[in-house]
Nanobody, 120 residues
Framework: VQLQASGGGLVQAGGSLRLSCAAS??????MGWFRQAPGKEREFVAA????????RYADAVKGRFTISRDNAENTMTLQMNSLKPEDTAVYFC????????????????WGQGTQVTVSS
């Protein structure tokens, strides 16, 4: 599956951004968002099951970020509200053919990443 992430940008703290991930062969995959800040390891942000019923969030983003998907449009989104400077990172969308997971090593395909920068 090929993934294309978009929607990153520069925003002030407290602002919002909406990331999108377009994919082919979309509906069969468990999907997720990860992020990587400079000098840090890639970390889990959010994930969603094939039918959208099961979602998972990192503690750092719970209550602020919302993951969703539209299988008819082959897209996944990450609505990010109340952004903080510590949310600054490159955000990646990823897919996996297996069941739910929050481990980056379990995901098979990755998009190219989109930069999110939150200024204080």
């Amino acid at each position: 599956v090929q993934l294309q992430a978009s929607g990153g940008g520069l925003v002030q703290a407290g602002g919002s951004l909406r990331l999108s991930c377009a994919a082919s062969g979309f509906s069969v995959y468990f999907m997720g968002w990860f992020r990587q800040a400079p000098g840090k390891e890639r970390e889990f942000v959010a994930a969603i099951s094939r039918n959208g019923v099961i979602t998972r969030y990192a503690d750092a983003v719970k209550g602020r970020f919302t993951i969703s998907r539209d299988n008819a449009e082959n897209t996944m989104t990450l609505q990010m509200n109340s952004l903080k400077p510590e949310d600054t990172a490159v955000y990646f969308c990823a897919s996996r053919a297996g069941g739910p997971s929050t481990a980056a090593s379990d995901f098979d395909s990755w998009g190219q990443g989109t930069q999110v920068t939150v200024s204080s």
